[in-house]
């Protein structure tokens, strides 16, 4: 059978402009010659549309929109609380909309979701990060499966995440460049299969990584919030955390914190203490939320664009749909958003 990749291939186009062509996408913005080529491409190699298979079905099953599920690892007060994972799901459900699918939430912060509601749908996007177990029961469940935020390490399933560690490192690499020495990480531990692993989260990893290349790294520097999954990166551990660390004997002069929630705190912290920002400490984050740019001083964070991981994910389960079998694994660049909250380099001179 003809493939969407040779199609692909035959126009010079990625496979994913394909899909949407041969979906009749209305928001996909190209020349009509390149959509007419593609189209011609795949009547010349008869391939064989989705909306032509449907019409082996019934007339009933040829009118309906695909029924997808997301599933989330976080329970809805978990979700709404965190900005981010708002606007992977955001994205997902935009993007359903323009692809006409039906798209239902199941929540699962303590378990697994209803087999028979996986079942039923022609496809699945999973949020956040799954346990290897919980991994292989939901592809044994689902038609077909799509992570969006999380990288299971398997090149046979799909998914669509930033690199993590490579967004550490921006902020550390700057915060160095800007004359930062003395670099603190809050950030909480990781936890999966019901077990917390200290240090284990990609940031703080990378975190110590770097620092201990640097030859300056100091544990009393670390500061994690251990709790379960759903509960960590909260604004009152970072508050709680930055507390801590600035009553060190001899406290940071920069503070990472592991998303824009836990810097918020951190804020309140460092002005507690009758400490500027950045003249006396600097605050860079992940996220880039949209409160951050009306802080005091405006927040420097890593953008991560959750509303186009989650429309990526739906990309990649329709290209599925469409007939391909062999996994995709996505990566969504990051932008380091430079702000007030942090000298720039040079200016310490």
């Known amino acids: 059978m003809v ?4 199609i692909a291939k035959a126009v010079g186009v990625s496979s994913t402009t394909v899909s949407r062509v041969l979906n009749y996408d209305p928001s996909l913005t190209m020349s009509e010659a390149k959509r007419q080529a593609i189209i011609e491409t795949a009547e010349a190699l008869n391939y064989e549309t989705p909306r032509n298979r449907s019409r082996a079905g019934t007339a009933a099953e040829a009118s309906q929109p695909a029924k997808l599920v997301i599933v989330h690892f976080l329970d809805p007060s978990e ?3 965190d900005p981010y994972y708002v606007g992977v799901r955001l994205g997902i459900e935009n993007r359903c909309r323009e692809l006409n699918a039906e798209v239902t939430k199941a929540f699962h912060p303590d378990g697994l979701p209803d087999a028979q509601q996986l079942a039923a749908s022609a496809g699945v996007i999973v949020i956040g990060k799954h346990s290897a177990r919980d991994i292989a029961w939901l592809r044994r469940h689902a038609r077909h499966v799509v992570f969006a935020d999380f990288d299971p390490h398997n090149d046979e399933v799909d998914s669509v ?23 603190g990480f809050i950030g909480s531990s990781d936890y999966l299969d019901g077990e917390t692993r200290q240090f284990g989260e990609w940031r703080c990893a990378t975190y110590i990584d ?4 640097e030859g300056r790294f100091d544990p009393d520097l670390v500061l994690l919030a251990d709790s379960g999954l759903g509960q960590s990166h909260r604004l009152e551990d970072g508050y709680r955390l930055a507390l801590q660390m600035l009553s060190l004997p001899a406290p940071p002069d920069a503070i990472v ?6 810097a918020i705190g951190a804020y309140r912290a460092i002005q507690e203490r009758g400490l500027r920002i950045p003249d ?4 860079a984050s992940f996220n880039d939320i949209p409160v951050a740019q009306f802080l005091t001083p405006p927040l ?11 429309e990526t994910a739906v990309d990649l389960l329709f290209e599925r749909l469409a007939g391909r ?3 995709r694994q996505v990566r969504i660049a990051t932008e380091l958003m430079l702000r007030a909250s942090c000298r720039t380099p040079g200016a310490a001179d």
């Open 257 to 262: 914190t592991s998303n824009d929630n836990m």
């Open 280 to 283: 006396d400490i600097g605050i």
């Open 3 to 6: 493939t969407i990749k040779q």
């Open 300 to 310: 420097t964070t890593v953008r991560i664009h959750a509303e186009h991981i989650g």
């Open 79 to 81: 979700e709404i609380a």
């Open 325 to 327: 079998t062999f996994g």
């Open 210 to 213: 770097w620092q201990k290349a």
């Open 161 to 183: 995440f930033s690199d993590m560690g490579v967004a550490t490192l921006k902020i550390l690499n700057f915060l160095k460049a800007s004359g930062y020495g003395r670099i």
